[in-house]
């Protein structure tokens, strides 16, 4: 009997102009029904969402979407990368969120970010509230506070990979299975050199939002938080704060997850996101 | 403590990512001090200080309840891994923290030893 298992998941690149150069942008998807917009976490790549667009629950009702960020998994830094050094920023991250969701040609997705795509929502939701119909931020806060020396990411006495995945091994909640668990850290693994730290500029330096969130419109964009109660990063206490201060932002604390609940531990992730999108297949009709 | 040793000289996961690894660690528990000698990838010898003169690269020291609640079987959340520890300020690192960061993934597995035997259990 063949143990043969072929997903319901495709992955294509796409080729466009971004950030005022050519990009070749790899992104997957399954399901059909709303657009389901997923931004993955900084120095990993969009196969954190595996799990949900294998779950048929979700891909019944929803279009799930994931893209490898420029520099990211299997999208390309573009020509010239050599002689750059990269670093995120609010004003590029909210372009590129707008023109991969223009060029797959999304009706007004459900855009749904861990850390820093849980920053960058809140952005968009205050920048661009008509672009989404709703935004989910996982590990989501206007800011966090910096641990450690960023630095230490990226330095030619330091094993990156080892480095990434060992700052990031201690956000993983200990009920996480270890497959699961190995399987985010490897994503750290592999990341480019530079580009973990590359992103926390934005993360913990550039794209602080906090005095700002109060002006998000719930009415016109509502905002979901899920946040778990391991994480020491965003922790829920920065998640508290930050949805305290928007008014009409529905927060859940996740028992027993980290900072990667979609990919540590996909199966306790579920059950926090499923009313989330019962809720909003609801309000939309699928 | 000097069962650690053994421990991590047959742990898959320590031997696993502590490939090339060699320092000094000082390991604190409340006011007792272990030197952990690491070369090789192996731990070769801890040694209970104060025995005599001695240097370590870097120091990884918290209070006994610091300790107990790391190796708790289900550790609570800011208890659970070492940098957590040090960010909620129940425990200190110090030191040259290159090494350290170089081999962060065997220093949290070899920390974490005690947990998985269920010392405290």
Known sequence: MSTLQIEPVTGRYMNLELWGAKHRVYWEEAGEGIPLLCLHTAGSDGRQFRALMNDEDVTSNFRVIAFDMPWHGKSSPPAGWESETYELTTAKYLDLILTISSALELDRPVVMGCSIGGRIILHLARQHPDAARCVIGLQSAGMVNPYYDIDWLYRPDVHGAHVCAGMVSGLIAPMAPDAHRWETLWHYMQSGPGIFKGDLHFYTVEGDIMDHVGEIDTARCPIYMLTGEYDFSCSPEMSRRTAEAIDGAQLQIMEGMGHFPMSENPDAFKTYLMPVLEEIRQAHGA | ?121
Do not use: C
């Open chain 2, 1 to 121: 403590m000097e069962q650690l040793q053994g421990l991590a000289n047959r742990d898959p996961l320590a031997l696993r990512w502590g490939q090339g690894a060699a320092f000094h660690m000082m390991l604190g528990v409340e006011d007792q001090r272990y030197r952990i000698q690491v070369a090789d990838g192996t731990v070769h010898q801890i040694t209970a200080l104060p025995a005599k003169l001695t240097s370590w690269d870097f120091a990884v020291t918290g209070p006994g309840s610091s300790w107990q609640a790391h190796w708790a079987p289900v550790p609570a959340p800011t208890f659970h891994d070492l940098i957590a520890m040090r960010t909620a300020g129940h425990i200190a690192i110090e030191g040259n923290l290159t090494p350290f960061f170089q081999h962060i993934l065997y220093v949290k597995r070899l920390l974490e030893l005690p947990r998985a035997q269920g010392w405290l259990s």
